[in-house]
C-alpha cells in the first residue's frame, strides 16, 4: 500500500460519516443525466431528429411525450436537448422557453413568462395588444435576425400539458400551435402530460392545428430493478478515502436490502409509485438518521423513514387546530352523515354546535359569531373545506355551501392524538361516528 493511501486507510469516524452523508447527498438531489438513455433509446432518436430540424433547418413540428410520473419524460427531454446543443449551429440560435401548467395558471402569466424568457420586456414595454395573437406575432416578430428574413426557432416545452387545455378557449395552445403549423416563424411545441387522454381536452380547432406527434413511454421497471436501484444509490465508490468503512457500509446496505421488513417496506413504495424521486426522498430520510454512535444505516431505519413519507399530512394538519375549529368538524361530521354527504353552510355548522352546547352547563363553548366565522375561514384557508364548484361568489359568506375534505378516519385519528382533548367532545365525536 502507497503512503498516500495508507494515510487515509482509517479516518476518525465522524469524519467519515460526514463524508458519506456529503456524497450521498449530493447523488440523491442532483442526479446526473445517464450518457445514454436506457431502455428509450427509439424515442430518443425520434425527439433528437424532431428537434434537430427545428434547431437548424428552422422546420416548425409539435409532438407529446406521454407516461405515467417517473417513467422518464423529463429525463428524456433533458438528454436529447443536451444532444441537440453539443452542435455549435443549435447552440446559437435556438432559444427555449419553459412553461409548466401548475406555475403558468393562465395565459396572461404565461405570456409575460414567454416575455420574460425571450428577454424582450424592453421591446414590449408599455404597449398595449389588442388580442394575445397580436401580441405573440409582436414578440415573434423581435426575434427576427438583422436581415429581418430569418427568425431564431424558438422551443415551448410545456409541462404538465393538459393543465394549459383548462385555460379558457385554450387560447395559448391555440396560438402556438397555429404559428408551428403556419410556419410564421420556426417554432418546436413540446408537451409532457401524464394523462393519455390528452387528445380528448384540446377544442376542435387546437386539435386540427397539432401533428399528432405522440412519443409514448411507459415504465417497465421490475421491483429487482427497484431494489438494485436502492442499493446502487446507497453504496459507496471503491475511492472513497477510509477503504475499511466503504467496505462495511457497502456489506450493510447489502444486507439491508435482504431483510425481509425491509424489503417489505421498499416494496410498499414500489406499488405506490415507481418514481426515483419519491425513492430518494425516502433514502434521504435514512440517511439522516445515520449518526457516529450509529454508522449505518438498519431496518428500523428504513421503516421509520416509510412512516414518514406515508403520514397523512391533512390528519396531521388537524392535530394543530383549536378546539372551536375541532368542534366545527365534529358538527360537518355530523352533518355529513345526517345529510348523506350533501354540501352544508356555516349557518347549518352553527345550528349543529348549538346544539352540542345546549347539552353542557358551563359556558366554555360559547363562543361569538365573528368568532365562529373567522374559525370558519380557517378551516378553509388550511384547505379542510372547499367551496362547491359553481357556489355563488354573491352569496353571503355564512350560506356559501362548503364540502368537508376529511373522511372519517382522517378525524377519529386526529382526536386521538388531539392534545388534552376534552372528554365531552370526544363523546360528541363518537355519538356522531357512531
Not at 401580441?135 to 429581418?148: I, Q, S
Not at 385554450?170 to 418546436?188: C, E, F, G, M, R
Not at 433514502?283 to 414518514?308: F, H, N, Q
Not at 376529511?406 to 392524538?417: N, T, W
Request: glycine share 4%.
Amino acid at each position: 500500500m502507497s503512503k498516500r493511501k495508507a494515510k487515509y486507510a482509517h479516518l476518525p469516524i465522524g469524519e467519515s460519516i460526514t463524508q458519506v452523508q456529503s456524497m450521498l447527498r449530493e447523488r440523491l438531489c442532483n442526479q446526473r443525466l445517464p450518457d445514454k438513455p436506457e431502455g428509450t433509446e427509439a424515442q430518443h432518436k425520434h425527439l433528437l431528429e424532431l428537434l434537430r430540424r427545428t434547431a437548424i433547418h428552422g422546420e416548425s413540428n409539435s409532438v407529446l411525450i406521454v407516461g405515467p410520473r417517473g417513467a422518464g419524460k423529463t429525463m428524456l427531454l433533458k438528454c436529447v436537448l443536451r444532444d441537440l446543443l453539443e452542435d455549435k449551429e443549435a447552440q446559437k440560435s435556438l432559444l427555449q422557453v419553459h412553461l409548466n401548467g401548475l406555475l403558468q395558471t393562465d395565459d396572461r402569466i404565461a405570456l409575460k413568462e414567454i416575455t420574460r424568457q425571450l428577454h424582450l420586456e424592453n421591446v414590449v414595454g408599455d404597449k398595449v395588444f389588442g388580442s394575445f395573437a397580436e401580441n405573440l406575432a409582436f414578440l415573434l416578430e423581435a426575434l427576427k435576425k438583422g436581415d429581418r428574413s430569418s427568425s431564431r426557432p424558438v422551443l415551448f416545452i410545456l409541462d404538465e400539458f393538459d393543465l394549459f387545455a383548462h385555460h379558457k378557449n385554450q387560447t395559448l395552445l391555440y396560438n402556438l400551435l397555429d404559428v408551428s403549423q403556419s410556419a410564421q416563424a420556426p417554432i418546436a411545441v413540446v408537451g409532457i402530460t401524464c394523462r393519455l387522454d390528452v387528445l380528448e381536452l384540446l377544442e376542435k380547432r387546437v386539435k386540427s392545428r397539432f401533428s399528432h406527434r405522440q412519443i409514448h413511454l411507459l415504465s417497465s421497471l421490475t421491483f429487482t430493478q427497484y431494489l438494485q436501484r436502492v442499493q446502487s444509490q446507497l453504496s459507496l465508490p471503491q475511492d472513497f478515502p477510509d477503504v475499511k468503512f466503504a467496505q462495511d457500509w457497502n456489506d450493510s446496505i447489502k444486507t439491508l436490502c435482504e431483510d425481509k421488513s425491509a424489503e417489505e417496506a421498499l416494496r410498499r413504495h414500489f406499488n405506490s409509485s415507481k418514481d426515483f424521486r419519491s425513492l430518494h426522498i425516502l433514502l434521504m430520510l435514512c440517511l439522516s438518521r445515520v449518526t457516529v454512535a450509529k454508522p449505518v444505516i438498519k431496518p428500523a431505519d428504513l421503516l421509520e423513514a416509510s412512516r414518514l413519507c406515508f403520514v397523512d399530512a391533512k390528519a396531521n394538519m388537524l392535530h394543530g387546530l383549536s378546539i372551536l375549529e375541532l368542534c366545527l368538524i365534529i358538527a360537518m361530521k355530523h352533518l355529513n352523515d345526517v345529510y348523506e354527504g350533501e354540501p352544508f353552510n356555516l349557518q347549518m355548522v352553527h345550528n349543529e354546535f348549538k346544539k352540542f352546547l345546549q347539552r353542557k352547563s358551563n359556558s366554555m363553548y360559547n363562543f361569538e359569531q365573528p368568532v365562529i366565522m373567522k374559525a370558519f375561514e380557517h378551516l378553509q384557508q388550511l384547505e379542510l373545506i372547499r367551496p362547491v364548484d359553481g357556489s355563488a361568489a354573491k352569496t353571503q359568506k355564512e350560506y356559501q355551501l362548503m364540502r368537508l375534505m376529511l373522511d372519517h378516519s382522517q378525524i377519529m385519528e386526529a382526536l386521538q392524538k388531539y392534545p388534552l382533548c376534552p372528554t365531552d367532545v370526544k363523546q360528541w365525536a363518537m355519538s356522531a361516528f357512531g
